[in-house]
């Protein structure tokens, strides 16, 4: 399916219509663009006993006119928009229309972002690999809205389309997206808008001593990656915010081998990577007047006879020695390197890491929130609101001494496990104690929200592209 959405209204071509129920009677919302047909709709509602309801829908004709009519509430959320609008386009589907006019219930830019998003993220398979494919047919969205609105529908859809490259990078068979291929996806979109790159390979790697990255990486065949691009969207300040995205491209556990029904998804490690390329894609192409640092510490975490062994210690970036305890636990090592890297390199004033870090961050949460820590208030509190905003929903976790003691080794300054309890919040201290003084920091563990075992509305099975219009809003703040 190509969905095409513009602004617009063909007369010859169904209307949707959204009503409420009040009363124990059918409302629309916008009364003035039914009234030529009122009588005979509300006609038809009777003969077909439509009550209005929430989710109820009925397609009829109307003298020529074929319409759709949707019930939902009358004061409604965002996010209950979004699934309408989720449930309107499968029944455009499944009716094989082929284009619609579409008539918000209240014509605001909130309405009519959400009616986008629950269409657009709804329009998404992933089918690459099967023999039957969805159909190449168009759809035609014409949003029957004022032209003044085409900025907000042109950059919703550049989100949005950003949403589902991010769902495309992490559903990809892992042998496909290796450390080299994200080097080479950001290489190609960074040369389309002349920005600067730098990228540490395997010998750059060990030369500069990004050690942990070298360690996790070295046991594969696809050697790792330090992969950053610069954005600079308001030259006039100096101030920088770096996106760093855990890129594990396939995590097997290492030598704490991960057994089966854990490892069968563990492509989806680089969930963070593809979340903040999606995201600085977005503030690149809709022209943020920000200044990004996108950073991609990649590797894949195999078993081979080349690989790091627990109870290894080596000396991070950062000089701070790490002992390992568990070889499963590597996103924190990139990650490490990589906030280091950036800190000492490029002096941002807040860094922003995202990461399918910890199983046991869906344990605590359940399957679908993102859980927070950091170091500013203020930033914890603005990326909570962008959450219920976005319905990317955000809560979060503490981080007191307790838990930074149980990442403490007799052996190293640091071990990279904690222990079961608290497996979240030590993964997060681990990754405070890379953080510099006087940074910015906020972190933010993806390992339930990057994926779904099953579709959710516009959010399908497997890669959700969770976080992107999250940091997005956040940014646009
Ligand atoms: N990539 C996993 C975390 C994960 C698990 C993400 C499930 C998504 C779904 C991470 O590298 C990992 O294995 N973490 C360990 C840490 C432990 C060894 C301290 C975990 O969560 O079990
Ligand atoms: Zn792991
Ligand atoms: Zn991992």
Not at 51 to 68: A, M, Y
Not at 397 to 419: F, Q, T, W
């Amino acid at each position: 399916m190509i969905m095409r959405v513009k602004i617009g209204y063909e007369k010859k071509e169904t209307d949707v219509y959204l009503c409420y129920r009040e009363k124990d009677e059918v409302i629309f919302f916008n009364k003035d663009k039914i009234k030529d047909i009122k009588k005979e709709l509300y006609k038809v509602i009777k003969l077909y006993n439509f009550t209005g309801k929430r989710e109820e829908t009925l397609f009829s004709h109307i003298n020529d006119k074929k319409v759709l009519v949707y019930g939902m509430e009358k004061e409604h959320s965002n996010e209950e928009l979004r699934k309408a609008f989720s449930n309107i386009l499968r029944l455009l589907k499944k009716n094989k229309l082929e284009s619609v006019n579409i008539i918000p219930p209240n014509e605001n830019e909130q309405e009519i972002k959400s009616i986008i998003e629950g269409l657009e993220l709804t329009d998404y398979k992933f089918d690459k690999y099967m023999k039957k494919k969805e159909e190449e047919k168009e759809i035609k969205i014409n949003l029957d809205i004022d032209k003044k609105y085409s900025n907000l529908v042109k950059d919703t859809l550049v989100v949005c389309q950003n949403v589902k490259i991010t769902r495309d990078l992490v559903n990809e068979n892992a042998s496909v997206i290796t450390p080299v291929k994200l080097e080479e996806i950001v290489k190609e979109f960074s040369k389309k808008y002349k920005l600067k790159t730098k990228i540490l390979d395997e010998k750059k790697i060990q030369k500069e001593n990004l050690n942990l990255l070298w360690e996790v990486g070295k046991g594969s065949s696809n050697p790792p990656r330090l992969i950053i691009a610069e954005y600079i969207g308001n030259p006039k300040s100096k101030e920088k915010i770096a996106l760093v995205g855990k890129g594990i491209t396939f995590d097997t556990g290492g030598t704490n081998l991960k057994p089966s029904g854990f490892v069968e998804t563990m492509r989806m490690d680089m969930g963070g990577a593809a979340t903040v390329f999606g995201t600085f894609k977005s503030a690149v192409e809709l022209g943020l007047k920000k200044n990004l640092i996108l950073v991609i510490p990649a590797a894949e975490n195999c078993v081979s006879s080349n690989s790091y062994k627990p109870g290894d210690v080596f000396v991070s970036y950062s000089g701070k020695s790490v002992e390992i305890g568990n070889t499963d636990a590597e996103g924190r090592l990139v990650l490490a390197d990589g906030i280091s890297y950036v800190q000492k390199n490029f002096k941002p004033i807040e860094i922003i890491d995202m990461a399918t870090l910890t199983g046991a961050c869906p344990i605590a949460l359940g399957p679908s929130l993102i859980a927070v820590m950091g170091n500013d208030e203020n930033i914890k509190k603005k990326i909570f609101e962008s959450g219920e905003e976005t319905f990317d929903r955000v809560w979060e976790l503490p981080i007191y001494d307790e838990h930074r003691e149980m990442i403490k080794s007799k052996i190293a300054d640091l071990k990279n496990v904690g222990g079961r309890e608290g497996g979240t919040i030590t993964a997060g201290a681990f990754l405070e104690s890379f953080v510099e003084e006087g940074i910015k920091w906020t972190h933010l563990d993806i390992a339930g929200a990057a994926w779904f075992k099953a579709e959710k509305f516009y959010v399908p099975a497997n890669a959700t592209g969770i976080g992107v219009r999250l940091l997005i809003d956040y940014l646009r703040k």
